[in-house]
């Protein structure tokens, strides 16, 4: 998707990827195959182009510590990635911004569970500091047994730990912001998240019935960790909504699932925003292109022709937009999505959440 953006700005655009098979290398005219976490291959494809962005936050520090003491132009920077990589970083800088937060504490044992728990009561929020996605590395724990086997795993794999409450909130949000090389900044209308299982499956742009002042509360918050932290191109932040505030959850700086309605419901798409953003151009305008946009994700069913059934989807609503991933499908994978703009939420959100069931496989 961000390639696709990249054709319209007359971008020459490259792909480091580890199997020819991955999304973005069936796709992208001039692909380098390689380890894309590994340090030789991460150095050499670095030397050889202006500015290198990145879909994930999983390139080790070091290799990314080498690339810029090489003279390598990475957007966003080692210094301003390592927040994302890291949730114990984030909770510390966070704080140190007076960003508002959930109680949070580094454990490595069980007894330090016990112990935050006597002060936020049961049921606790255990994360592994790294490597976390889609629900991946976070476990909701309701006592000490449930939090020893977690404790116990993560001390065997060698994985931190923090400890944070759960926060009682009302739904979750997210909001995306651009900002480029000379700190100039666009922040995109705050998104409601639909989340089950710890996976996104829907996002309406904007938040329905989202007040204000808690719209532009949270706007401000993102345009501020940006700056504090001095990102270059898409900063996603995740948040809870409380009955009086918005609360951080995570961070994630690259394109991310909360934006993808942005495609069609924005004048510039956050892919298109993220490479103006690392090339050091003006940015384009957020603003949206219909009252609402939905988006629901298209998640892998046990029937893999879903190709077959997306024929039924275009002609039953020749409004809803389908964008496959070129993922092979499996049961829970994020293998694409849809989207459809209107006036009316939720019925937007019905002809999502119906396309994507019957793409699916759910209905017959």
């Not at 050499?44 to 202006?50: E, M, N, S, Y």
């Not at 909701?140 to 794999?157: F, H, L, S, W």
């Not at 997306?310 to 964008?323: F, I, R, S, T």
């Amino acid at each position: 998707m961000t390639h696709q953006a990249g054709i319209g700005l007359g971008v020459d655009f490259s792909v480091l990827a580890a199997d020819p098979t991955d999304s973005a290398a069936l796709v992208a005219g001039d692909v380098t195959l390689g380890d894309d976490r590994g340090l030789d291959d991460v150095l050499a494809f670095a030397k050889a182009h202006d500015v290198v962005t990145f879909d994930h936050e999983h390139v080790p520090e070091p290799v990314l510590r080498a690339v810029e003491e090489a003279g390598g132009l990475l957007r966003p920077g080692r210094d301003a990635l390592r927040f994302a990589q890291d949730k114990l970083r984030m909770r510390t800088r966070m704080a140190e911004l007076d960003a508002p937060s959930p109680r949070w504490r580094a454990v490595t044992t069980l007894d330090h569970v016990a112990s935050f728990a006597e002060e936020t009561g049961w049921p606790v929020v255990l994360k592994a500091s790294r490597g976390g996605y889609d629900g991946k590395g976070v476990w909701v724990v309701d006592g000490p047994e449930e939090a020893r086997e977690v404790v116990d795993r993560a001390a065997a794999e060698e994985v931190p730990l923090l400890v944070e409450e759960k926060v009682a909130f009302s739904r979750e949000l997210a909001v995306q912001v651009a900002r480029s090389p000379h700190g100039q900044v666009a922040v995109y209308p705050v998104v409601e998240t639909v989340q089950r299982g710890g996976i996104c499956h829907e996002v309406i742009a904007p938040a329905p019935d989202l007040p204000e002042a808690k719209a532009l509360r949270a706007q401000q918050l993102a345009i501020e960790i940006a700056q504090a932290l001095d990102v270059t191109g898409v900063l996603a932040v995740e948040l809870f909504e409380t009955a009086d505030d918005v609360v951080v959850n995570e961070l994630a700086m690259r394109p991310h699932n909360s934006g993808h309605w942005s495609i069609e419901g924005a004048r510039t798409s956050q892919f298109e925003q993220h490479l103006r953003a690392v090339l050091n151009l003006p940015l384009g305008s957020p603003r949206t292109n219909a009252p609402y946009t939905v988006m629901a994700n298209l998640l892998g069913g046990e029937d893999p022709d879903v190709y077959r059934r997306y024929l039924h989807v275009m002609a039953k609503d020749p409004e809803v937009k389908v964008h496959f991933y070129g993922k092979g499908v499996r049961p829970g994978r994020k293998i694409g999505h849809v989207t459809v703009m209107g006036d009316d939420y939720q019925d937007l959100l019905e002809r999502a959440r119906d396309a994507a069931s019957y793409l699916r496989g759910e209905q017959q």
